[in-house]
C-alpha cells in the first residue's frame, strides 16, 4: 500500500490536510471515506487495510479544525463548505482514476456530509454508503435549547454545547481508550456554529431524500446512543433509490467498523462494494 498526504484547499477558506491510501496494484475502484464530527480519517487504518487490499483506491480528508487540518477545534464553520471539500476530493480522485467506479462512505456526521454530496455532486457515483449517519434531529430536544444554540451560533459560534460520550461509540474497551488518548480527536464540548449547522443540514434532508438516486448501502448498530437507529430511518426509509439495502446490527455501538463484530460489517461492506464494481 502506498500512502499520500498533503493540504487541499478548503471552501471555507484555508486549507485542509488530505490523504490517500493506494494499492499495490493497479486499483479497480475508489472510495472516498468522509469521517464523523469531532474525529479524524486516520482512525480507519483497518478498515482501509481491508478495501486497499481488495484493490481499492481510497482518498479521505480531515474536515477543517479536525485531526490535522487547521481551525479551531471541532468548529466547521458552514455545513455547506464541508461537503464542497468532498465534492473537490470526489473530483481528484476521479481524475486520478478515470473510468473507475467512484464510491461514497461517510460515517456519522460524514454520513450526513456524503448524502449531501450525493444528492447535489454531478460526477456520478458507483454506490453511497452511510454508516451510522447523523440524518434526522432528535425530536426530544426541547425548542428552547434549540433555540439557545442558534442564537449561540451568531453571537458566539465557539461555546460549547455538548459532549461526545467516549463509551458510546464502541464496546471494545481498546477502541474507547485510543479514542480517549488520541491527540487528535477533540475530546471538548462541540461549538455552537457547528452542532446548529449539523442539526439544520440534518432538518432538510426529510424533503429531500426521495431524490436519492445513488446506489445505497446503510449500516447502523441498534444499540447506537450517538445516533439512534430510528432517527436515521425516519430519513432512510424516504431514499428513491431502486438499489436500497440496511444491514441491522443488533446490539453493535455507533462505529459499526470499530466493534468486536467488525470483521463481519467489513465483509458486509465488501460483498456490497464487489456487487457494484
Do not use: K
Not at 475502484?29 to 482501509?48: D, K, N, Q
Not at 449531501?116 to 434531529?137: D, F, H, I, Y
Not at 439544520?200 to 429531500?208: H, L, S, V
Amino acid at each position: 500500500m502506498r500512502i499520500q498526504s498533503g493540504l487541499q484547499a478548503s471552501a471555507g477558506g484555508g486549507e485542509i490536510y488530505v490523504q490517500s491510501w493506494l494499492p499495490e496494484q493497479a486499483p479497480r475502484g475508489v472510495v472516498v471515506l468522509v469521517h464523523g464530527l469531532a474525529e479524524h480519517c486516520g482512525r480507519y487504518g483497518e478498515l482501509v487495510e481491508r478495501l486497499t487490499g481488495r484493490g481499492l483506491a481510497v482518498y479521505a480528508m480531515d474536515h477543517r479544525g479536525h485531526g490535522r487540518s487547521p481551525g479551531p477545534r471541532a468548529m466547521i464553520g458552514r455545513f455547506r463548505w464541508l461537503v464542497e471539500d468532498v465534492q473537490t476530493r470526489l473530483e481528484v480522485a476521479r481524475g486520478a482514476h478515470p473510468g473507475l467506479p467512484l464510491f461514497l462512505l461517510g460515517h456519522s456526521m460524514g454520513g450526513a456530509i456524503a448524502l449531501e454530496t450525493a444528492l447535489s455532486q454531478p460526477v456520478s457515483l458507483a454506490g453511497l454508503v452511510l454508516s451510522a449517519p447523523a440524518l434526522g434531529a432528535d425530536p426530544a430536544v426541547p425548542a428552547l435549547q434549540v433555540a439557545i444554540a442558534r442564537l449561540l451560533s451568531r453571537v458566539a459560534p465557539s461555546i460549547g454545547v455538548l459532549r461526545l460520550p467516549a463509551d458510546a461509540i464502541s464496546r471494545d474497551p481498546l477502541v474507547v481508550s485510543d479514542y480517549e488518548r488520541d491527540p487528535l480527536v477533540y475530546r471538548g464540548s462541540i461549538p455552537a456554529r457547528t452542532a446548529v449547522e449539523l442539526l439544520q443540514a440534518m432538518r432538510g434532508f426529510t424533503a429531500r431524500a426521495a431524490a436519492l438516486r445513488v446506489p445505497t448501502l446503510v449500516l447502523h448498530g441498534t444499540a447506537d446512543r450517538l445516533v439512534p437507529i430510528a432517527q436515521a430511518e425516519s430519513v432512510w426509509r424516504t431514499f428513491g433509490s431502486a438499489d436500497f439495502s440496511v444491514q441491522r446490527y443488533e446490539g453493535l455501538y455507533h462505529e459499526v467498523f470499530n466493534e468486536p463484530e467488525r470483521a463481519r460489517v467489513q465483509a458486509d461492506l465488501q460483498a456490497w462494494l464487489e456487487a457494484r464494481l
